[in-house]
Protein backbone atom coordinates (compact mmCIF):
# COMPACT_ATOMS: atom_id res chain seq x y z
CA UNK A 1 0.00 0.00 0.00
CA UNK A 2 1.27 3.71 -0.85
CA UNK A 3 1.77 6.22 1.49
CA UNK A 4 -0.94 7.96 0.14
CA UNK A 5 -3.19 5.13 0.17
CA UNK A 6 -2.59 4.81 4.24
CA UNK A 7 -3.02 8.73 4.44
CA UNK A 8 -6.73 7.70 2.94
CA UNK A 9 -7.39 4.41 5.12
CA UNK A 10 -10.32 5.32 8.10
CA UNK A 11 -8.62 4.48 11.48
CA UNK A 12 -10.84 1.28 12.74
CA UNK A 13 -9.52 1.50 16.33
CA UNK A 14 -11.58 2.44 18.64
CA UNK A 15 -10.80 5.68 20.78
CA UNK A 16 -10.59 4.02 24.24
CA UNK A 17 -8.73 0.92 22.61
CA UNK A 18 -5.66 3.44 21.53
CA UNK A 19 -2.37 3.99 23.28
CA UNK A 20 -0.14 7.15 22.78
CA UNK A 21 -0.44 10.40 23.85
CA UNK A 22 -0.32 12.22 27.09
CA UNK A 23 -2.24 11.08 29.95
CA UNK A 24 -2.16 7.00 28.38
CA UNK A 25 -3.88 7.99 25.46
CA UNK A 26 -7.17 9.17 24.05
CA UNK A 27 -8.90 7.21 25.92
CA UNK A 28 -7.37 5.87 28.46
CA UNK A 29 -6.38 8.21 31.25
CA UNK A 30 -8.61 11.15 29.62
CA UNK A 31 -12.08 11.68 29.77
CA UNK A 32 -12.81 14.68 28.02
CA UNK A 33 -13.20 12.52 24.57
CA UNK A 34 -15.83 10.56 25.94
CA UNK A 35 -17.60 12.86 27.42
CA UNK A 36 -17.36 15.13 24.35
CA UNK A 37 -18.89 12.04 22.54
CA UNK A 38 -21.58 11.40 24.78
CA UNK A 39 -22.63 14.80 24.85
CA UNK A 40 -23.10 14.96 21.13
CA UNK A 41 -24.90 11.69 21.22
CA UNK A 42 -27.51 13.16 24.11
CA UNK A 43 -28.65 15.34 21.40
CA UNK A 44 -25.83 18.39 22.21
CA UNK A 45 -25.08 19.87 18.55
CA UNK A 46 -22.52 22.91 18.85
CA UNK A 47 -19.27 23.61 20.67
CA UNK A 48 -21.33 25.32 23.49
CA UNK A 49 -23.95 23.31 23.70
CA UNK A 50 -21.19 20.49 24.00
CA UNK A 51 -19.51 22.23 26.58
CA UNK A 52 -22.17 22.99 28.86
CA UNK A 53 -23.66 19.49 28.61
CA UNK A 54 -19.78 18.11 29.79
CA UNK A 55 -20.48 20.46 32.77
CA UNK A 56 -24.40 19.27 33.45
CA UNK A 57 -22.85 15.71 32.93
CA UNK A 58 -20.41 15.72 35.49
CA UNK A 59 -22.48 17.48 37.79
CA UNK A 60 -19.38 21.02 37.17
CA UNK A 61 -17.08 18.64 38.08
CA UNK A 62 -15.11 18.92 34.80
CA UNK A 63 -15.28 22.85 33.36
CA UNK A 64 -14.45 21.90 29.64
CA UNK A 65 -11.97 24.10 27.97
CA UNK A 66 -13.40 25.53 24.69
CA UNK A 67 -10.36 24.93 22.27
CA UNK A 68 -10.28 21.34 23.90
CA UNK A 69 -13.28 20.61 23.24
CA UNK A 70 -12.89 21.63 19.77
CA UNK A 71 -9.60 20.06 18.98
CA UNK A 72 -11.77 16.90 20.32
CA UNK A 73 -14.73 17.33 17.71
CA UNK A 74 -11.94 17.78 15.06
CA UNK A 75 -10.41 14.47 16.00
CA UNK A 76 -13.46 12.64 16.58
CA UNK A 77 -14.42 13.86 13.01
CA UNK A 78 -11.10 12.65 11.28
CA UNK A 79 -12.00 9.43 13.24
CA UNK A 80 -14.78 9.42 11.83
CA UNK A 81 -16.94 8.93 14.93
CA UNK A 82 -18.72 12.31 14.70
CA UNK A 83 -19.51 14.55 11.28
CA UNK A 84 -20.58 18.23 11.44
CA UNK A 85 -22.11 20.54 9.10
CA UNK A 86 -22.72 24.56 8.72
CA UNK A 87 -26.11 25.70 9.91
CA UNK A 88 -27.14 29.24 9.38
CA UNK A 89 -28.25 30.17 12.85
CA UNK A 90 -31.11 33.30 12.88
CA UNK A 91 -29.34 35.31 15.97
CA UNK A 92 -25.94 35.04 14.65
CA UNK A 93 -23.23 33.81 12.45
CA UNK A 94 -23.21 30.24 11.12
CA UNK A 95 -22.04 27.59 13.45
CA UNK A 96 -21.06 23.94 13.02
CA UNK A 97 -23.26 21.57 14.28
CA UNK A 98 -22.17 17.83 15.06
CA UNK A 99 -23.71 14.35 15.20
CA UNK A 100 -23.15 11.28 16.30
CA UNK A 101 -21.95 8.21 13.49
CA UNK A 102 -23.15 4.64 14.13
CA UNK A 103 -19.21 4.01 14.30
CA UNK A 104 -19.34 7.08 16.99
CA UNK A 105 -22.11 4.84 18.66
CA UNK A 106 -20.01 1.96 18.82
CA UNK A 107 -16.83 3.36 20.37
CA UNK A 108 -19.48 5.43 23.50
CA UNK A 109 -20.31 1.65 23.84
CA UNK A 110 -16.62 0.16 24.09
CA UNK A 111 -15.98 3.87 26.34
CA UNK A 112 -19.22 3.27 28.45
CA UNK A 113 -17.67 -0.14 29.37
CA UNK A 114 -14.24 0.83 29.51
CA UNK A 115 -14.99 3.65 32.39
CA UNK A 116 -17.31 1.19 34.39
CA UNK A 117 -15.15 -1.09 34.26
CA UNK A 118 -12.20 2.02 35.55
CA UNK A 119 -14.78 3.01 38.08
CA UNK A 120 -14.81 -0.56 39.51
CA UNK A 121 -11.66 -0.60 39.89
CA UNK A 122 -11.14 2.69 41.61
CA UNK A 123 -14.06 1.63 44.19
CA UNK A 124 -12.16 -1.01 45.48
CA UNK A 125 -9.09 1.16 45.82
CA UNK A 126 -11.12 3.22 47.64
CA UNK A 127 -12.71 1.24 49.62
CA UNK A 128 -9.19 -0.73 50.71
CA UNK A 129 -7.86 2.68 51.39
CA UNK A 130 -10.70 3.30 53.68
CA UNK A 131 -10.54 0.17 55.61
CA UNK A 132 -6.90 0.22 55.85
CA UNK A 133 -6.86 3.81 56.97
CA UNK A 134 -9.60 2.58 59.65
CA UNK A 135 -7.87 -0.08 61.52
CA UNK A 136 -5.31 0.76 64.41
CA UNK A 137 -1.82 1.17 64.16
CA UNK A 138 0.63 -1.68 65.71
CA UNK A 139 2.43 0.44 67.10
Known amino acids: M ?59 AMIADPGGVYRVLRRLEEDGLVVSSWV ?18 DALRAWAQQLSDRARVFQAIADAAGAAAATESKE
Open 88 to 105: ESEAGPQRREYDITDDGR
Open 2 to 60: SASEEEHQPNTERCCERGGGRGGGRGRGGVLEPAVLASVAAGGTHGYDLIRQVEAITGG
